[in-house]
């Protein structure tokens, strides 16, 4: 299936590949670490589990292993999902934070260990590997082990962002981050040459014991200790006690396509809740940057996210079910409150009748993977652990200390999160495409962006891929890359839209992968696209 028009393009003119065997990443050398895999005689999950752990050597302003992570794969049969986000330590509650930080604290800090719930990057490696790789597990992260004990020169897009971060006073204050990551007192610079060996030193340790080092071994003890020495509560036991989850992605029909995103606790419902509103419109009857086709979108995500804030959370603790948000009647319910005329700022509906590095592979097989990992707000939490060149997420600071809320901290429990891999299928079940977009809360809307313009107006991934986005903040707050016609700027903002038009792309729209298959992988193979957001590369055979 070969559906696109390939003229269309915009700023960056990058061509989409080609290929039966395919990798795509933000980072080069991520890429080639994935090629290298399936060129061994590996398979996609081979290739994605040393991409990925590459990325967290050459991009550590985004992820390292002290990341969470998901996936959704095509493994040539079925789909399947996995949740590898971290749980909340058990001394994790709300009257713990308010004893340390006061009665008005709302939610845990942003950074130090009180922002740091198990990390469950690694975790998802082992899982992904164990099931249905075909490698060992110790030539996965071969590739990683390299880059980290040599080095490598820091590209333009990560520079910008560690140097951005070396700014962050409470993230610069926190113990062992200043040694790990800004040598000379300073972050790199841009093509300057940076060494991670603590890492290189973790990363053989986890090979050596396929990860007992890291969730029962000298590793966890080492964070351990640590929490213990600057009044943290993460122990080795809840290191010892982290299993991922492997669960069943839950979807939503648009144009004959199915759009697949992780269930709960994880924010990918948004992006099934506003292509389920905007299935109620016809927007290829639309022009595709015009302003019509711009404000439905717009006004689909924020109805979406309006919901997405107020129920979701871990399962066992929503009021309502993502099979309840995603009711047909429901769904056509919010799209009649949108006005094709104004914009509005909405409020969560009643659906009860009665961050981040993405990368993607797929291979000749079929098997098709879709990653996703992440230490939130940049380097995370700040904590890091030098001689292991260990960096923990801040995923707890997502928790709520208002016993009201379903995202209310509790021990053993999992934050709302960003981060989301996404896939699609055809109606009939069969793989069609596996595809992500980094950034906070831009992920879902990055997600719809793409896929209305992929599906609805037949643009190429590498097209849809670098097109201008917008970006939904907070009420009638939007901003746009610096790419957009004014025009379309003006319009929206004629329609109530605030508009803010930014010139740094990579802060506010996220970069993405794709790699959308074209039939038989072994004959037509896919076409890959790589974001031209961040120093990305889509590379294959």
């Given at each position: 299936m070969n559906p696109f028009d390939y003229r269309a393009g915009y700023g960056s003119q990058r061509l989409p590949l080609f290929a039966r065997n395919v990798v795509a990443t933000s980072h080069?050398?991520?890429?080639?670490?994935?090629?290298?895999?399936?060129?061994?005689?590996?398979?996609?999950?081979?290739?994605?589990?040393?991409?990925?752990?590459?990325?967290?050597?050459?991009e550590p302003c985004s992820n390292g292993l002290?990341?969470?992570?998901?996936?959704?794969?095509?493994?040539?049969?079925?789909?399947?999902?996995?949740?590898?986000?971290?749980?909340a330590p058990q001394a994790w509650t709300p009257e713990y934070f308010h004893r340390k930080y006061g009665r008005d604290t709302i939610a845990p800090p942003a950074r130090g260990w009180d922002s740091?719930?198990?990390?469950?990057?690694?975790?998802?490696?082992?899982?992904?590997?164990?099931?249905?790789?075909?490698?060992?597990f110790g030539d996965l992260l071969a590739p990683a082990i390299e880059v980290a004990?040599?080095?490598?020169?820091?590209?333009?897009?990560?520079?910008?962002k560690w140097a951005a971060a070396a700014q962050v006073e409470a993230l610069v204050a926190q113990p062992g981050f200043a040694e790990a990551f800004l040598p000379q007192g300073r972050a790199p610079r841009v093509g300057e040459l940076f060494k991670l060996p603590g890492a290189a030193r973790a990363l053989r340790a986890i090979a050596a014991t396929r990860g007992a080092a890291f969730y029962g071994g000298e590793i966890a003890e080492a964070l351990a200790r640590q929490a213990r020495a600057q009044?943290?509560?993460?122990?080795?036991?809840?290191?010892?006690?982290?299993r991922p989850e492997w669960v069943t992605p839950i979807a939503k029909a648009y144009r004959g396509q199915v759009l697949h995103e992780i269930p709960p606790n994880g924010q990918g419902l948004a992006a099934l809740l506003a292509a389920g509103i905007l299935a109620h419109f016809d927007v290829a009857a639309l022009p595709v940057d015009g302003v019509a086709s711009q404000h439905l979108q717009i006004e689909a995500m924020k109805?979406?996210?309006?919901?997405?804030?107020?129920?979701?959370?871990?399962?066992?603790?929503?009021?309502?079910?993502?099979?309840?948000?995603?009711a047909d009647d429901y769904l056509a319910e919010r799209a009649r409150l949108i006005d094709p005329k104004r914009a509005q700022d909405f409020g969560a509906g009643n659906p009860v009748k009665g961050g981040t590095i993405y990368l993607t592979a797929a291979d000749e097989t079929g098997m098709m993977v879709s990653f996703i990992q992440s230490n939130y707000m940049g380097f995370g939490s700040g904590v890091v652990l030098p001689d292991w060149g260990l960096s923990l997420q801040n995923r707890g600071h997502a928790f709520s200390l208002d016993a009201r809320s379903p995202n209310v901290v509790a021990p053993g429990k999992r934050p709302f999160h960003t981060i989301i891999p996404a896939f699609l299928s055809d109606a009939d079940g069969a793989p069609r495409m596996s595809f992500g977009v980094m950034g906070a809360n831009m992920q879902?809307?990055?997600?719809?962006?793409?896929?209305?313009?992929?599906?609805?107006?037949?643009?190429?991934?590498?097209?849809?891929?670098?097109?201008?986005?917008?970006?939904?903040?907070?009420?009638?707050?939007i901003n746009v890359e610096a790419g957009m016609d004014p025009a379309t700027v003006q319009g929206l903002a004629a329609l109530g839209h605030r508009m803010e038009v930014i010139q740094d792309s990579y802060q506010d729209f996220g970069a993405g992968q794709f790699i959308w298959r074209l039939g038989d992988p072994a004959v037509e193979g896919y076409v890959a696209a790589s974001d031209p957001r961040r120093d990305g590369q889509a590379v294959g055979w």
């Open positions: 080069p050398l991520a890429a080639q670490a994935g090629l290298r895999m399936l060129a061994a005689g590996g398979n996609a999950v081979d290739a994605a589990v040393a991409a990925a752990a590459v990325m967290t050597i050459v002290g990341s969470d992570a998901f996936c959704i794969l095509w493994d040539g049969q079925a789909l399947h999902g996995l949740n590898a986000s971290g749980r740091v719930t198990v990390p469950g990057a690694v975790a998802s490696w082992l899982a992904l590997s164990e099931r249905f790789g075909k490698l060992p004990e040599r080095g490598y020169a820091v590209p333009v897009v990560v520079g910008q009044g943290g509560a993460l122990t080795a036991h809840d290191f010892a006690a982290y109805l979406a996210f309006a919901d997405v804030y107020r129920y979701v959370a871990e399962p066992g603790s929503m009021e309502v079910s993502a099979e309840q948000l995603l879902p809307q990055g997600h719809l962006q793409t896929l209305v313009r992929m599906v609805d107006y037949g643009q190429d991934p590498q097209a849809a891929c670098d097109a201008p986005r917008w970006r939904y903040n907070a009420g009638l707050e």
